[in-house]
Structure formats: structure tokens, C-alpha cells
Nanobody, 124 residues
């Protein structure tokens, strides 16, 4: 089970940090990711992180502004979002997979577990 939190309303240029807490020690070995989605649109890859935390992946639209990290001792993944833009407005979802391959990291349907969304609204 994944529990996401940290969303809110922020002005353009501001920052937010999302958290995703996983229940169960097994998640510590999973690939963890963040996706986002707006109504009527497909779920969009934002970022992913592998077990050790040294390998991270980002969508081009957030590279240099967002940072993903994980604390395996707390079974938690974070998404630090800086320099937020109105186009970052969306519901953000965390996801996990025990055996996803690198070429599938950006594909939502390849993830086995999903948290509930946390809404991020960036005002201009």
C-alpha cells in the first residue's frame, strides 16, 4: 500500500515536497516512481528511482527542477519540486514495481502498485 501526501496550492516559482510512504519492507527493493495526471489526459511519467537511490530518471519537462529521493529506512520516496509552473498543476501519484525493466520506467501500466493522488495546484 502506498500513501501519498504533500500536495497543495502554491504560486508559480514556489516549491512543494511530496512524500509517498510504502507499507511493507518489500517496497524497499522496488522501483518507485511519480506520475501526474489531469482530467481527460493520460497519466504522465514524472520521475523514477531505483533501489539504491543512485539511479534516477526524469521527464524532460521537470529535469533540473524536480528531485526524487528515497529513504529506505522509512520506506518513503520524496519528490522535491522547485520552480513550479502552472503547467505542473495535476494530481500526482506514486507507483511501485518489484520487477520493472528500465525501458518500461515511463509506462504507467507497468507499475503494480499505486497510491492515491495528491493534488498540486500552481497559480500564475
Amino acid at each position: 500500500q502506498l500513501q501519498a501526501s504533500g500536495g497543495g496550492v502554491v504560486q508559480a516559482g514556489g516549491s512543494l515536497r511530496l512524500s509517498c510512504v510504502a507499507s511493507g519492507r518489500a517496497f524497499r527493493t522496488y522501483v518507485m516512481a511519480w506520475f501526474r495526471q489531469n482530467p481527460g489526459k493520460e497519466r504522465e511519467f514524472v520521475s523514477a528511482i531505483r533501489l539504491g537511490g543512485g539511479n534516477t530518471y526524469y521527464a524532460d519537462s521537470v529535469k533540473g527542477r524536480f528531485t526524487i529521493s528515497r529513504d529506505n529506512a522509512k520506506s518513503t520516496v520524496y519528490l522535491q519540486m522547485n520552480s513550479l509552473r502552472p503547467e505542473d498543476t495535476a494530481a500526482y501519484y506514486c507507483a511501485a514495481s518489484p520487477n520493472i525493466i528500465l525501458s518500461d520506467y515511463r509506462t504507467a501500466r507497468r507499475y503494480n502498485y499505486w497510491g492515491q493522488g495528491t493534488l498540486v495546484t500552481v497559480s500564475s
